[in-house]
DNA sequence: AGGAGTGTTAGTAA
DNA sequence: GTTACTAACACTCC
């Protein structure tokens, strides 16, 4: 489920309930979700505090005492939660980290699709491609037009999984995208190289907006997330065109379609983002 | 039974 | 080097 806005809520729960706690021990149900070796994993994070939660795109980064950082990638469906000491163990929860507070902070993940990754303070962009790769935080700050532009300027790709590359904009997943798409009035099959300047600008606005909204919102609950507090976010409600497919388009009351597009479902209006002129190049038209 | 699902990576081909 | 498509990961839900 997370996407930028729910690894960010997720992290701002865990900092409220966690930070400052102190790890007892550690148990690792699915040795595959870590690394290093189960046995290192454990025995490292032995009486280790707590300090803070950073995040990354769509990264959670555990700041320990002594220089250590977890850093855990929850992909699709990967959720944390606290439970009392003793409680009993869901099936699908594959690492307790238990605190000397009689609480444990528990990793659950249905599709045991989510990995963690012990390293050394400093040495996260060594250590992990996809974190020294990572394209800049979309925020006014960070993302910038000027980067925008040489960025979808120098790509043929098709803005669709361009802005799902997290290398050219971190946190946006499959909702996002196919949201800000919608409220840019671009169509997903259009080449990043082709997109004009008032587009970008228009996109980046929206990019922007729409991840602070539904970080607001508390993310977007569409399977199964939940806040570190067990709660579902509020923002799928105001999704426009993710999972409406077959309902009028809010702006012009076109039917929304849903189609593959880089082997991931992808929402849009037909009439509102319309195809890209080289699509259209055979189509019959009146 | 078959397909799709909030993510990412590896492999292959053009 | 780039783009695009497939498979894989593992499991649940419709």
């Known amino acids: 489920m997370p996407e930028l806005p729910e690894v960010e809520t997720v992290r701002r729960g865990l900092t409220q309930l966690v930070a400052g706690a102190t790890i007892d021990h550690v148990d690792v149900y699915y040795p595959k979700m870590v690394r290093p070796d189960a046995e290192i994993f454990t025995a490292d994070l032995i009486g280790r505090k707590i300090e803070k939660i950073d995040r990354r795109g769509k990264y959670l980064l555990f700041r320990f005492s002594g220089d250590l950082t977890l850093i855990s990638h929850l992909r699709m469906e990967g959720k944390y939660d606290v439970q009392p000491e003793g409680s009993p163990i869901p099936k699908h929860t594959h690492v307790i980290f238990h ?106 606005q929206n990019i922007i907006a729409e991840i602070a909204r539904a970080i607001q919102g508390h993310g977007t609950t569409v399977h199964t997330f939940s806040t570190a507090f067990g709660e579902t976010g509020d923002f799928q409600n105001e999704l426009h065109v993710y999972g409406h497919e077959g309902e009028p388009c809010e702006r012009c009351g076109t039917e929304i379609v849903k189609i593959k597009v880089a082997q991931r479902g992808t929402h849009f209006c037909p009439h509102c983002q319309p195809y890209p002129p080289e699509m259209q190049e055979g189509l019959v038209d009146d």
Do not use: C
Not at 122 to 146: D, I, N, Y
């Open 99 to 204: 605190l000397k507070d009689q609480r444990e902070l528990r990793y659950n993940d249905t599709r045991k699709f989510g990995r963690m990754r012990l390293v050394k303070t400093g040495t996260e962009a060594t250590e992990l491609k996809s974190l020294a790769q990572m394209g800049p935080e979309p925020t006014e700050s960070a993302l910038t037009l000027a980067y925008m532009q040489r960025v979808f300027g120098k790509s043929h790709k098709i803005v669709k999984p361009f802005l799902l590359d997290q290398s050219k904009i971190a946190g946006l997943g499959n909702i996002y995208v196919d949201e800000v798409l919608w409220l840019s009035k671009i169509n997903p099959l259009t080449p990043a190289d082709t997109l004009t300047q008032a587009q970008l600008s228009v996109l980046r």
